[in-house]
């Protein structure tokens, strides 16, 4: 079966660095997002990655190995404002989405 | 932006009774896109629709339909709705096919009593 896997929570200190990671068993992959969704809202996408390697867009980055099924979204400086759900998705062999179930990230001050 | 609206925020409904849920995107985006998101599952994927009047099955179909009549509009219809349903169900629109990221609307929360 396909399987996305990220932690269901996680807590942060405004300032601070986090790493959330996703790790990934599909049927073939064609490529990674994350999307930022806060509490009520609608999901928005963050970044998406087809190769191995560090994208970086701002104070968020995003990482990824094909050959380990890994992938991590690196957050920096850390505002309030980034808490919110990170999920992480998968495009498979068939170019469908396959999706993590989401990980909660708490933010304090 | 891509504005993706999606007609009710908040529904409740009560089992057996028959549910509309309507999205509209401003994009001229063909891909339209129905899921429900629950607690502790990732999104899962109900139907999509790749052009006018067509549709296609996702994951969980059952229990739901889909209508097309118009590029900008794809409804979900509960014929019946259950208490199984209770769920918040995310619109989402996107340019192409097979590439592109997904544009979400901001969700309806439906309880079904």
């Known amino acids: 079966g396909q399987n996305i896997d990220q932690p269901t929570e996680m807590t942060a200190t405004e300032g601070a660095i986090v790493q959330i990671n996703c790790t990934y068993q599909t049927s073939g992959f064609n490529g990674l997002f994350w999307y930022q969704q806060h509490a009520g809202e609608a999901p928005t996408f963050l970044s998406y990655?087809?190769l191995d390697g560090l994208e970086e867009k701002g104070r968020f980055s995003s990482f990824l190995s094909r050959s380990k099924g890994y992938s991590y979204l690196l957050l920096k400086e850390l505002q309030m404002k980034d808490s919110a759900s990170y999920l992480c998705a998968v495009k498979d062999s068939n170019y469908q989405l396959i999706w993590g179930a989401g990980t909660k990230l708490i933010i304090k001050p | 932006d891509v504005k993706v609206t999606q007609s009710s925020r908040y529904l409740v409904k009560r089992t057996g009774e028959k549910v509309f849920l309507e999205c509209v995107q401003d994009m001229d985006h063909e891909n339209m896109f129905w899921y429900r998101q629950d607690p502790g599952l990732g999104l899962r994927l109900i139907y999509f629709?790749?052009?006018?009047?067509?549709?296609e099955k996702g994951d969980i179909p059952e229990g739901y339909s889909v209508s097309r009549e118009k590029k900008e509009r794809f409804s979900l219809i509960l014929e019946s709705a259950s208490t199984n349903q209770t769920s918040m169900y995310l619109c989402a629109t996107k340019t192409g096919r097979v590439t592109g990221e997904l544009f979400f609307g901001e969700g309806s929360r439906l309880t079904v009593l």
């Open positions: 990655n087809v």
């Open positions: 629709s790749y052009d006018v009047k067509m549709k």
